[in-house]
């Protein structure tokens, strides 16, 4: 397989997963009926955004938008992109019932420049999504492209040294490599999604890349932005592994391993005028 056969297997996968994901109590699309409402991964990064009133923002790979309509709730002139045209059917839907407008565009993460056509004051990248790209430098120089000078890029992410465990027995084991090449990615082939709910995935293979934080903090400076901030925490945004408990929508190891790994990092960047 090469990487458009990935690509094709992810935007697959990803269709199928969007009409399990609008119908679940995790998304809980129904609470963006209230004009207030923002989603709690918008809500907790909020205070690394800056103002984003008035600014012209993409949300790359947005999925169903819930992230995307936070950000138009906090003012911005918002665009979301993701690869899967499903995924986007329910933003447009969830933007349309919610009264937040938002505009959608569907494309391959690669080809945002040239699919766009434009730059943006501001460019977010959601959780649980670079690990999804085969080229973390290729995705650098994107955002870097879509970056107005002056503009202002923030992202969060699972931490890469949780994408080699698994829990056998109750025990973490160290399953998968921290460090592997772009074209020898890992493959699952698993029919049930990270939310709550009896869907199956029908296109159940998908294809994910770990990538090292140097080599995302390398890439983004390389090609151009300054980092600001880098933080990590103690928590996911899901359950990596049945140990994991939750507490106030966010899930953490048992006592006894909170204080021992990082889960997930955020950073915050800007493109210099």
């Known amino acids: 397989m090469d990487e458009e056969d990935w690509f094709e297997a992810n935007r697959l996968n990803w269709d199928d997963r969007a009409g399990i994901h609008a119908a ?9 009926l209230d004009p207030n409402h923002l989603s709690g991964v ?3 990064d909020r205070h690394r955004f800056g103002d984003i009133q008035g600014v012209a923002a993409v949300h790359l790979q947005c999925h169903i938008g819930t992230d995307t309509i936070s950000l138009a709730r906090l003012g911005a002139n918002v665009v979301g992109y993701d690869i899967s045209e499903r995924s986007l059917a329910v933003a447009r839907e969830l933007s349309l019932s919610a009264g937040t407008p938002a505009e959608f565009v569907e494309g391959n993460l690669y080809d945002a420049p040239s699919r766009l056509d434009r730059t943006f004051g501001f460019v977010y990248t959601g959780v649980g999504a670079v690990n999804w790209l085969p080229d973390i430098d290729r995705w650098a120089r994107v955002v870097s492209e879509l970056l107005d000078p002056g503009g202002r890029f923030y992202m969060r992410e699972g931490h890469p040294a949780i994408f080699p465990l698994e829990e056998e027995d109750g025990r973490l084991v160290h399953r998968y490599p921290f460090w592997h090449e772009q074209h020898d990615p890992v493959s699952w082939d698993e029919d049930v999604s990270y939310t709550d709910g009896d869907g199956r995935i029908e296109h159940s293979r998908a294809f994910e890349w770990n990538h ?11 090609n151009g932005l300054v980092i600001d901030v880098l933080d990590e925490y103690d928590f996911l945004e899901w359950q990596l592994v049945p140990m994991m408990v939750e507490e106030q929508g966010h899930w953490y190891m048992p006592p006894g391993l909170r204080d021992k790994m990082p889960l997930m990092y955020s950073i915050a960047a800007h493109k210099p005028d």
């Not at 679940?24 to 963006?32: C, F, M, V």
């Not at 090292?212 to 390389?222: E, Y």
Request: proline share 4%; aromatic share 14%; no cysteine.
């Open 42 to 44: 918008v809500e907790f």
């Open 212 to 222: 090292p934080i140097s080599s995302v903090v390398n890439a983004l400076i390389g």
């Open 24 to 32: 679940s109590r995790t998304y809980a699309l129904e609470r963006y």
